[in-house]
C-alpha cells in the first residue's frame, strides 16, 4: 500500500483530500492530513483519513504528499521548520515526493527542487486550476512541473482530485502556466467589470451584453461568476461585510499578479496592461463602478 499524505486543508484544499480519501482506495494508497485547524482534520478522519501530529510526523510516513497552502513562506516553513533546519526535507522518507499546489514563485520551486534532492526527496510544482467548486467536483487542473518518472509515480493520487494533469515540463514550469493563467483571469475579471459598468450606465439590460459575450466566446463562465457574484453581494452587504467575503481572494489576486511581473522582469519583457490591472486589482474585487453623477 503507498501512503500519500495532504497538508492543508482550507478553501481548495480540503475539497481536494475529500475526494483523495473517497477514492485512493481504488489505488490502494492510504491517506493522511494535517491542517492546523482541528475541524478538518475531523471532517477528513470521518472519510477514512488518518490525522499526523505535524507535517513532520507525515514526512516521516508518506511517500506521496500533495501540499496546499497559502503563500511561499508557508511552503518554505514546512520544508525547512520554523528554525530553518528541521522541517520535511530533513526528515522525510527517501525519495518522497512533495508536490505543492500552491501559487508560488518559480525561483523558490526551482530552489526547493534543488534543495530537496541533497536530501534524496523530489519537490514537484503541481499548481492547480478550477477553483473551490473544481475542487469539490473533483475537476480540476494540474499543471505539473516534474519528470515524466515523478509525473507517472504521482499519477494515481492526482487522478483522485482533477479530471486533467498538463505536463508542463520541469520543476518551475507549472507554476509558470499557473501564474500566466491567472493573469489572464484577472485581466479578464477586470475587463468585464468595466464593461458592465460601462452598458449599466448607458441604461442597456448587462443580461443583454452576456449573451453577446457568451455567444462569441469573449465572457467566460468564470468571469461572469466572478462579476455577477460581486455585485449579487455588493447589493446586500456593507463594505465591511464586502471586505470580509472578498477582500482575501483580492490579497491573493494581488499576490498572484506580484509573481507574474516579477517573473515578466526577470525574463525582460514589459507588462504594461498587466502593471495596470495589478493596480487596481484592489478595486476590481471589492467595488461597483458606477457613474459620477
Known amino acids: 500500500m503507498m501512503h500519500c499524505g495532504f497538508i492543508g486543508l482550507g478553501n481548495i484544499g480540503k475539497p481536494m483530500a475529500e475526494n483523495l480519501a473517497k477514492k485512493c482506495a481504488t489505488y490502494d494508497m492510504a491517506l493522511t492530513v494535517f491542517d492546523v485547524m482541528p475541524a478538518p482534520m475531523a471532517d477528513l478522519a470521518a472519510l477514512g483519513a488518518?490525522?499526523?501530529?505535524?507535517?513532520?510526523?507525515?514526512?516521516?510516513?508518506?511517500?506521496?504528499?500533495?501540499?496546499?497552502?497559502?503563500?511561499?513562506?508557508?511552503?518554505?516553513?514546512?520544508?525547512?521548520?520554523?528554525?530553518?533546519?528541521?522541517?520535511?526535507?530533513?526528515?522525510?522518507?527517501?525519495?518522497?515526493?512533495?508536490?505543492?499546489?500552491?501559487?508560488?514563485?518559480?525561483?523558490?520551486?526551482?530552489?526547493?527542487?534543488?534543495?530537496?534532492?541533497?536530501?534524496?526527496?523530489?519537490?514537484?510544482?503541481?499548481?492547480?486550476?478550477?477553483?473551490?467548486?473544481?475542487?469539490?467536483?473533483?475537476?480540476?487542473?494540474?499543471?505539473?512541473?516534474?519528470?515524466?518518472?515523478?509525473?507517472?509515480?504521482?499519477?494515481?493520487?492526482?487522478?483522485?482530485?482533477?479530471?486533467?494533469?498538463?505536463?508542463?515540463?520541469?520543476?518551475?514550469?507549472?507554476?509558470?502556466?499557473?501564474?500566466?493563467?491567472?493573469l489572464m483571469n484577472y485581466t479578464a475579471f477586470t475587463a468585464i467589470s468595466e464593461a458592465t459598468a460601462l452598458v449599466k450606465a448607458a441604461g442597456v439590460d448587462v443580461e443583454k451584453l452576456f449573451e453577446v459575450g457568451e455567444a462569441n466566446g469573449v465572457i467566460t463562465p468564470m468571469a461572469k461568476q466572478f462579476v455577477t457574484g460581486r455585485d449579487g453581494l455588493f447589493s446586500g452587504c456593507t463594505k465591511d461585510e464586502m471586505f470580509s467575503i472578498f477582500g482575501p481572494f483580492a490579497g491573493l489576486a494581488e499576490k498572484d499578479l506580484d509573481h507574474a511581473l516579477h517573473l515578466a522582469a526577470q525574463l525582460g519583457l514589459e507588462f504594461s496592461v498587466a502593471k495596470k490591472v495589478r493596480e487596481g486589482i484592489h478595486q476590481t474585487f471589492l467595488e461597483v463602478i458606477t457613474a459620477k453623477s
Open 50 to 182: 488518518s490525522t499526523a501530529n505535524s507535517p513532520e510526523d507525515m514526512a516521516k510516513q508518506c511517500e506521496l504528499i500533495g501540499i496546499c497552502v497559502r503563500n511561499d513562506d508557508d511552503v518554505e516553513q514546512l520544508l525547512y521548520g520554523a528554525n530553518g533546519r528541521d522541517g520535511m526535507l530533513k526528515l522525510g522518507r527517501p525519495n518522497a515526493i512533495f508536490a505543492i499546489h500552491s501559487t508560488v514563485t518559480r525561483d523558490n520551486i526551482v530552489r526547493w527542487a534543488a534543495d530537496a534532492k541533497q536530501h534524496n526527496i523530489h519537490v514537484v510544482d503541481a499548481p492547480i486550476t478550477g477553483g473551490a467548486g473544481g475542487a469539490a467536483a473533483g475537476t480540476l487542473c494540474i499543471m505539473l512541473g516534474a519528470s515524466p518518472e515523478l509525473s507517472e509515480r504521482l499519477q494515481p493520487m492526482l487522478s483522485c482530485m482533477a479530471s486533467k494533469l498538463v505536463a508542463a515540463g520541469e520543476p518551475g514550469a507549472g507554476t509558470v502556466l499557473k501564474l500566466a493563467n491567472n
